[in-house]
């Protein structure tokens, strides 16, 4: 089991920032990639930014330079700063996390953050 907990989530306004913080314990072992996803009423939760263990990094064209995912593995923790925020980008936020065991890949979901971008 691994419990994850998201919080930086808030109201800010068109061009603005947030940092989205995701505290992981529990079961941590074996971890390949921690990333952010996201859910926007009426629509599929999408990949947003992953980082791998090995340090790589990807992100959904919609966000590309203009957020950044990074990660403390001292706090096995991961962020997600977010820049020149627009109302597309209002959502849930999920932290994720991807475990490699066995030969057989593991998920689990934090309880998300609400992030509204409006003026």
């Known amino acids: 089991q691994v419990q994850l907990v998201e919080s930086g989530g808030g109201l800010v306004q068109p061009g603005g920032s947030l940092r989205l913080s995701c505290a992981a314990s529990?079961?941590?072992?074996?971890?390949?990639?921690m990333s952010w996803y996201r859910e926007a009423p009426g629509k599929q939760r999408e990949l947003v930014a992953v980082?791998?263990?090995?340090?790589?990094?990807n992100y959904a064209d919609s966000v590309k330079g203009r957020f950044t995912i990074s990660r403390d593995s001292a706090k096995n923790t991961v962020y997600l700063v977010m820049n020149s925020l627009k109302p597309e980008d209002t959502a849930v936020y999920y932290c994720?996390?991807?475990?490699?065991?066995?030969?057989?890949?593991?998920?689990?979901w934090g309880q998300g953050t609400q992030v509204t971008v409006s003026s």
């Open positions: 980082i791998t263990s090995g340090g790589s990094t």
């Open positions: 994720n996390v991807e475990r490699l065991y066995s030969g057989r890949y593991y998920y689990s």
């Open positions: 529990g079961s941590i072992d074996n971890l390949r990639a």
